[in-house]
C-alpha cells in the first residue's frame, strides 16, 4: 500500500516553511519512504515579526493571526504543488507559540481548517493538544517516525531551535529534549546583525567561560529524567538571563553556549553507537566538530535532503498514521497516560 502525503513544518529558529512531498509503503508491518520533492520557503521580515511577537498579541488578535497563518501556509503549498501528483492529505505541524505543558497548554498557530479550505486536500493538525490533555508533554512527536523509518540508528538527533533525540532502551523507545540549539545561537548571530552563525564562526572565535558554562550545565532540567520537553518560555526564562548577566563578549558567550549544546549531547549519548544528526544545527561545521570531539557516537550526517526535511517527512507520517486510526504519539516518550492518535483531521 502506499500513500502520497505533504509534511509541513515550521521551526521555532524562524529559517521558513518546510514542506515535502512524500510517499510511504507499508508491507509486512515494516514502512518505507521517499521524498519525492521538498522546498522551503523563508519567512519574509513581515512575517518573522509576527510570529516572534505573537505571544504579546490579545486573544482576538492572536485567533486573526491563526488563521491569517493557515491561509498563508495553504497558499504556499497551493503554488508548491504547481505541476505535482496531488497528495491523498496534509500533515501540519504548525508553529509553536506557547509550550508550557506542566499549565495544560501547548499552541501550534495555523488553523488546519483554513488549510484544508484553501488546498481541498484532507489535512491533519494539531497534532500536540491531545497528547498534553491526556497528561504528556505534548513532544516530542518525532519518535514514532524514528522508530519506523530509521530503525538501523541508534540514536536519532535533531538539532533545530532545540536539540532532542530519540532511542530505544531495551524495547521501549524514548526521548527527550536535550537543550536549547539554534534559538539561542540565532540571538547572538541577530546581535552582529546576521540571521544566523554561519558554520559557527562566531562560536569559534570566542573562548569558553568556564564559570558561564557551569551554570548552564548546572541548571534543573539537566537533572530531570525524561519525559521532558522545552519551549522558547523555559530559554527566555533561564538560559537568557544568565547569557545577558555574564558580562562577557558576545563571542565568547556564543563559544560558551556551543560548549554547552555539545556537553548535554554527550550526556545523552553516553552509551556510544551511531547517531543520525540532522536539522539545520547538521550544517554548522563548528558544531558538527564540538559534537565529534565531546561524544563517544559516530557521527552520521546523511543526504542534505534528509537533514533539512526530515523533521516535515515525519510529520507527514505522524498524518498518514491518524488517517489510517494508528498509534502516531507513543506515551514513554511524552509522558501521557497511553500510546494514542494525535491530530485533528479536516477531511475534503
Known amino acids: 500500500m502506499s500513500i502520497l502525503a505533504i509534511g509541513v513544518m515550521s521551526g521555532t529558529s524562524l529559517d521558513g516553511v518546510d514542506i515535502a512531498l512524500c510517499r510511504f509503503t507499508e ?15 523563508s519567512y519574509s521580515n513581515r512575517w518573522i515579526e509576527k510570529l516572534r511577537n505573537a505571544h504579546h498579541l490579545t486573544a482576538f488578535e492572536f485567533l486573526l493571526l491563526h488563521n491569517e497563518y493557515g491561509i498563508y501556509v495553504g497558499k504556499l503549498i497551493q503554488e508548491f504543488l504547481q505541476g505535482k501528483e496531488i497528495p491523498q ?104 546583525g546576521k540571521p544566523f552563525d554561519e558554520d559557527g564562526q562566531l562560536g569559534a572565535s570566542g573562548t569558553v567561560n568556564n564559570e558561564l558554562l557551569k551554570k548552564l550545565d548546572n541548571l534543573d532540567y539537566y537533572l530531570r529524567v525524561p519525559p521532558k520537553s522545552l519551549g522558547r518560555e523555559w530559554s527566555d526564562n533561564h ?45 554548522n561545521k563548528y558544531l558538527i566538530r564540538k559534537l565529534k570531539s565531546n561524544t563517544l557516537c559516530q557521527i552520521i550526517l ?34 501521557a497516560c497511553r500510546d494514542h492518535i494525535g491530530g485533528i483531521i479536516y477531511c475534503v
Request: charged share 20%.
Open 27 to 41: 508491507s509486512e508491518d515494516d514502512w518505507a519512504y521517499e521524498i519525492i520533492d521538498a522546498q522551503t520557503v
Open 89 to 192: 492529505l496534509i500533515a501540519s505541524h504548525g508553529h509553536t507559540i506557547f509550550h508550557q505543558p506542566d499549565k495544560k497548554l501547548t499552541f501550534q498557530l495555523g488553523n488546519g481548517a483554513s488549510i484544508a479550505a484553501i488546498t481541498g486536500i484532507t489535512t491533519v493538525s494539531d497534532f500536540r493538544n491531545f497528547d498534553v490533555s491526556l497528561g504528556g508533554q505534548g513532544a516530542p512527536l518525532v519518535p514514532v517516525g524514528d522508530k519506523l523509518l530509521f530503525k538501523e540508528f541508534d540514536y536519532c538527533l535533531n538539532i533545530g531551535g532545540f536539540a532532542n533525540i530519540s532511542f530505544e532502551e531495551g524495547k521501549t523507545r524514548l526521548a527527550f529534549d536535550i537543550c536549547p540549539a539554534n534559538i539561542v545561537l540565532n540571538e547572538f548571530a541577530h546581535k552582529n
Open 239 to 283: 538560559i537568557i538571563p544568565l547569557l545577558s548577566d555574564s558580562g562577557i563578549s558576545i563571542e565568547d558567550q556564543a563559544a560558551t553556549f556551543y560548549e554547552h549544546i555539545a556537553d548535554q549531547i554527550s550526556r545523552a549519548t553516553y552509551s556510544g553507537g551511531k547517531i543520525l544528526v540532522t536539522g539545520g544545527g547538521a550544517k
Open 302 to 335: 546523511p543526504c542534505q535532503e534528509l537533514i533539512d526535511y526530515k523533521e516535515a517527512l515525519i510529520f507527514a507520517f505522524l498524518g498518514v498514521r491518524a488517517v489510517k486510526r494508528e498509534v502516531n504519539v507513543l506515551s514513554s516518550v511524552t509522558g
